[in-house]
């Protein structure tokens, strides 16, 4: 029976790589949707590799408005997500994978997301990891009976399998907007390019990549939803874990570079539900700073400039506008513009290369890092420069610790295992804990006054738009 030539509601692109088993149950499941096949097209992109077992995989999809698109060669989940797309007719995108079994009313709580007025333009839908232990009720189409919880079940990007009941995470929902179960409008995806192709065939994070542009491409607010009951089962497939991760990690860095600003910052270091806790934390703590004009550069400025080993410093804190520097002065400020030398880092894994710099400076803003940050921030720091200045004045906001002289006392001899660290007192600013490594940092020079002041600064990184809302 042919289906009604009516165009379809949503277009379903899923890429496929060598796992003809998965995709055979996870077309075999799109068939008993409660959402009429003739509301939605099913683009199989084969990404390359042995056809072996996809005659009978597709065969599985009798019935369903099917399409199949053939890559002679492997070009990677980018690129074929980006075909599939393209191929499309329906005004609404639902990517899925291979390995992305459906429950039988998945599609029909997509569209439903998608025609209420007001939804967010994304949503994101629940995957549950199963255990063998599970596994004949998938085969058996029972999704009823698969668990949703530890240790056959739970959604792997939350730490209790769960997300919290507050959504206050969707604020950064683009974190864990992995691809496996998410939709969107196809006007959207196109206007922001599609999938990051230069990904090529490494593992991960061209998903996360996509819908951070998609997020800055929109308003500002709450960008994505979730629906726990638009549920996928993860179907157990072959996978080199140990790849997969230093692949992964060397896309988090990639994107980084591309995207100088807190979040990605974060993401080449903390992944997941606790990346998104880390970030709408300091995302609020930054709020406070800029608001209260709190960790002002200029007096530090003042008065430790003349007192550095050379002059490619980095200073982090507000107001560099007052502050006295000059314009290629590099430094970390909130309240200032992104720019060529200006930047919305944390500074815990900052994109510049060992040894590029002769000091850092942070002037309060140190004070707001919780203890894993700033060690850290301290560690890169130091191997950034091999000298770092905590400066902490009598300046304060509910976010920063205490800055007496018995807490910062504790800070020097808690450092002094790992470098050296003096504690000193600066007339008109506060006081100062500077450490330095015991090692010089890699790539630094020895280098004399005279020489100090023909010293190119570091080259500035791209800019990317700030991603502090407000």
């Not at 596994?135 to 189409?141: H, I, Q, S």
Request: proline share 7%.
């Amino acid at each position: 029976m042919s289906l009604p030539t009516i165009p379809p509601a949503l277009s379903v692109v899923m890429p496929t790589y060598q796992d003809p088993q998965c995709l055979a149950l996870t077309l075999r499941a799109l068939t008993r949707q409660t959402l009429p096949p003739e509301r939605f097209e099913v683009i199989v992109v084969r990404d390359g590799g042995s056809s072996d077992g996809y005659a009978e995989a597709l065969a599985e999809g009798a019935g369903l408005r099917l399409r199949v698109l053939e890559l002679a060669q492997r070009k990677g989940r980018s690129v074929a997500r980006n075909e599939g797309a393209r191929r499309a007719s329906a005004p609404l995108l639902v990517f899925l994978d291979a390995d992305s079994w459906a429950v039988p009313d998945l599609l029909e709580r997509h569209l439903a997301w998608h025609s209420t007025p007001g939804n967010a333009a994304v949503l994101i839908g629940r995957r549950d990891e199963i255990g063998l232990a599970d596994l004949p009720a998938v085969l058996a189409g029972e999704s009823h009976a698969i668990a949703r919880a530890f240790p056959h079940g739970g959604d792997l990007r939350f730490g209790t399998g769960l997300p919290d009941d507050g959504g206050e995470w969707l604020r950064a929902g683009w974190v864990i907007a992995y691809t496996h179960n998410i939709s969107l409008s196809s006007a959207h995806f196109a206007q922001v390019g599609g999938y990051r192709e230069a990904f090529g065939l490494s593992y991960g994070v061209e998903d996360v990549e996509l819908f951070y542009r998609v997020d800055r491409s929109l308003p500002d607010g709450v960008n994505f939803g979730y629906d726990d009951d638009a549920r996928v089962v993860h179907l157990p497939h072959h996978k080199n874990i140990t790849r997969n991760w230093m692949e992964m990690k060397a896309n988090f860095q990639q994107a980084a570079r591309l995207y100088p600003c807190l979040e990605w910052e974060f993401l080449t270091a903390v992944m997941g539900y606790e990346a998104i806790r880390r970030i709408l934390h300091y995302r609020a703590l930054i709020d406070e700073c800029v608001e209260r004009s709190a960790c002002a550069i200029g007096p530090a400025a003042a008065r430790l400039a003349g007192q550095l080993r050379g002059h490619r410093t980095l200073w982090i804190g507000t107001g560099r506008a007052e502050s006295g520097l000059p314009a290629s002065a590099l430094t970390f400020d909130y309240a200032a513009p992104i720019g060529r030398t200006n930047f919305h880092l944390l500074g815990v894994a900052p994109p510049m290369p060992p040894g590029s710099l002769d000091a850092v400076i942070s002037v309060d803003f140190w004070r707001y890092l919780l203890w894993p940050e700033l060690c850290q921030f301290i560690s890169a720091s130091l191997a950034l420069a091999g000298e770092v200045h905590l400066v902490a004045t009598a300046d304060s906001t509910p976010g920063m610790c205490a800055a007496d002289p018995q807490t910062l006392d504790y800070l020097r001899q808690a450092q002094a295992a790992a470098c050296t660290a003096e504690l000193r007192a600066v007339e008109g600013l506060g006081h100062v804990l500077t450490l330095r490594a015991l090692q010089p940092a890699a790539g630094a020079t020895r280098r004399v006054p005279a020489q100090t002041a023909a010293k190119a600064r570091p080259p500035a990184l791209a800019p990317g738009r700030s991603t502090t809302r407000g």
